[in-house]
């Protein structure tokens, strides 16, 4: 159990600086609660710009999730282990540390019609105490193991229409998640009753496996002659299962608001929330999936030259509430870079 939602995938981030595609859709694994990035890396990609052409936008997101958490609150590894998952005992998860590196690809053919493409390489490392532990050490034949992997994940495919008005500035997204990634790793057992590969747990997969819909639907606008906001829904559901499993539904609520009265940066700041539902079918975690998330998201976005812009954020989480017992991140941070051609 890694993280809130999906309850191992890494939970998420925000770039404010820009809504590239590349951060419309939160980036998370599973339903994992904690782990998902809702982060908008490129908001001048759907920006009420004219120009039509080609932007990429490379991005890095880094959440360790190493904090355990049950409803609204911390918990301890041996209370963890004291509450019964369905009956079962609870597996107690002692981290997940996610690396996520992140190729987006945005073409708008013209004022009203635009692209995006979204190509995740998944770098993940887990450690699981198992069934069995009392918090601090594995017990016997508990299903303890140790994963790392690196591979890429889940392609997004997106499209966006905002000919609904001259200005350009109001917009719905359509796309599909499909199944790039793996969703077969194994890994090796550290429970000696029990030696050798064993699989990882599908939230923590690399893919799900599973061809998801997406849509969405976003306005952008102007407060004043220096700042400018931006509002963004966006829900994604498995539209089949695999290997009986199927990721919980999500939905994701971005607000954003930017200074633009600077010339050398644009400081900006968001507020994400995420609603994941529990993971469903036989080989999913079916009570430690799921949960809402809100996150406030500072950040930074610094132009190099006419081509080239820089942008860092930090999430910060204000509220948490998990299904289960999962892991959670403190913070998630985020840097990219993007060109336009």
């Known amino acids: 159990m890694a993280t809130p939602f999906s309850r ?21 694994a599973s339903a994992c609660a904690s782990c998902g990035c809702t982060l908008s890396s490129d908001w001048d990609n759907l920006g009420i710009g004219s120009s039509s052409g080609l932007k990429m936008d490379l991005r890095y997101d880094y959440l360790n999730q190493n904090q355990l958490r049950s409803g609204t609150g911390k918990i301890s590894p041996s209370a963890a282990s004291q509450i019964s998952n369905n009956g079962n005992p609870q597996e107690v998860e002692k981290y997940t540390r996610n690396n996520y590196l992140t190729l987006g690809l945005d073409y708008s053919f013209n004022p009203d019609w ?33 994963s790392r ?49 064993v699989s990882i747990d599908r939230g923590l997969q690399p893919g799900t496996g599973t061809t998801d819909a997406i849509l969405g639907v976003y306005y952008m606008d102007t407060l004043s002659q220096n700042w400018d906001y931006f509002a963004q829904g966006i829900v994604q559901k498995a539209l089949n299962s695999s290997d009986q499993y199927r990721p919980g539904d999500g939905a994701n609520l971005n607000l954003g608001l930017r200074y633009m009265g600077n010339s050398s940066f644009t400081p900006q700041i968001q ?28 950040g930074v976005t610094v132009p190099v030259s006419q081509q080239v812009s820089l942008y860092g954020f930090v999430q910060l989480p204000v509220y948490q509430k998990v299904n289960g017992v999962q892991l959670a991140p403190r913070y998630t941070a985020t840097v990219g870079v993007r060109y336009a051609f």
């Open 114 to 146: 635009g692209i995006n493409l979204q190509l995740p390489y998944i770098m993940r490392s887990h450690s699981t105490l198992g069934t069995a532990s009392d918090g601090v050490t594995p017990g016997p034949g508990g299903g303890q193991y140790d």
């Open 8 to 28: 191992r995938a890494g939970l998420a981030l925000l770039p404010l600086a820009a809504i590239s595609l590349t951060a419309l859709l939160p980036q998370t």
């Open 149 to 197: 992997t690196s591979s890429i994940g889940d392609l997004k495919v997106i499209g966006r229409y905002q000919g609904f008005s001259p200005e350009h500035n109001f917009g719905i997204l359509f796309g599909l998640k499909l199944p790039t990634g793996s969703h077969t790793d194994t890994a090796m057992s550290s429970d000696p009753t029990a030696p050798g590969p």
């Open 271 to 298: 507020l994400n929330v995420r609603r994941v539902l529990h993971d469903v079918g036989a080989n999913a975690d079916t009570v430690s999936t799921g949960g809402t998330l809100v996150y406030l998201s500072p």
